[in-house]
């Protein structure tokens, strides 16, 4: 893939921390010049310096409320005034809480999929045009709650399965259009949202917080936490033309977590 993304244009909502951080500077480094777009202009400065000071392309950010429509509006106004195209998106947005379902609010459950399903949606739409014209791809993180729901975790795993869904049937879409769409479900991964996740369940578990992160570690059988490069690196090839042949498919990177055939 040497040089294949030089000159691209890459979006990547949620980009200033976590996964969406590790995939921007995955193509930073191969040369593209990445978008980063998240709430916190602070994050997205410390995110765009790091990257920047790793020898890769710095990258432009703007800060946007990706919950609403008109936030997303500004993102694609901001990419379409500065560079005129967009090679990639990647969907990397929203951390959805966990806990127990009772206690769970109405507005959490708004909330959960004002983020990362509609901000993956409005923004899907509005840069369609451009990644029609570029014959590009979209990539979305999604999650293994998508396959596997767990009671403790049910607006992300009804969150994950929406996306799952949509992202499948967009891919029928861009086989039409000449984009390539496919899915990334993480399992869990070292990222200060997995932090907050063990923390979640462990208040309301009764549990502290080393017990539920061993005991989850325990469940899936793993050898250790995904680290965001191992989400980055798939990422990257399902950009590639080597990866043109893939489309529609949820591949998990989860250390053999899913217990299910799919």
């Known amino acids: ?51 920047a000071n790793s020898c890769a392309l710095r990258p432009d950010i703007i800060a946007a409320d990706l919950r609403r429509e008109d936030g997303c509006k500004a993102v694609f106004a901001f990419v379409t005034e500065r560079h005129g195209r967009c090679d990639i998106l990647v969907n990397s947005a929203g951390a959805t809480r966990a806990g127990t379902f009772l206690e769970q609010s109405a507005e959490a459950w708004q909330d959960g999929f004002a983020l990362k399903f509609f901000g993956c949606v409005n923004l899907c739409r509005l840069f369609w045009p451009l990644l029609r014209t570029a014959h590009g791809h979209v990539v979305n993180i999604i999650g293994g709650a998508a396959r596997t729901p767990d009671p403790g975790f049910l607006i992300g795993g009804s969150v994950n399965a929406a996306m799952h869904n949509f992202s499948k049937g967009l891919s029928c879409q861009g086989k039409l259009d000449g984009i390539n769409v496919n899915s990334i479900l993480p399992g869990l991964t070292e990222t200060e949202r997995v932090e907050q996740l063990f923390s979640q369940r462990a208040e309301a578990s009764g549990l502290s917080v080393e017990e539920v992160r061993a005991a989850q570690i325990a469940k899936e059988g793993l050898a250790r936490l995904g680290k965001p490069e191992d989400v980055a690196a798939l990422a990257l090839f399902l950009c590639s033309e080597r990866a043109r042949h893939i489309q529609g498919t949820a591949i998990a990177v989860d250390g053999g977590g899913t217990p299910g055939l799919y």
């Open 1 to 51: 893939m040497a040089n294949e993304f030089a000159g691209k244009i890459v979006v990547v909502a949620g980009g200033s921390r976590g996964i969406g951080r590790g995939i921007a500077a995955a193509f930073a480094a191969e040369g593209a010049q990445t978008v980063l777009t998240a709430s916190s202009k602070a994050n997205l400065e410390a995110a765009a310096e790091v990257i």
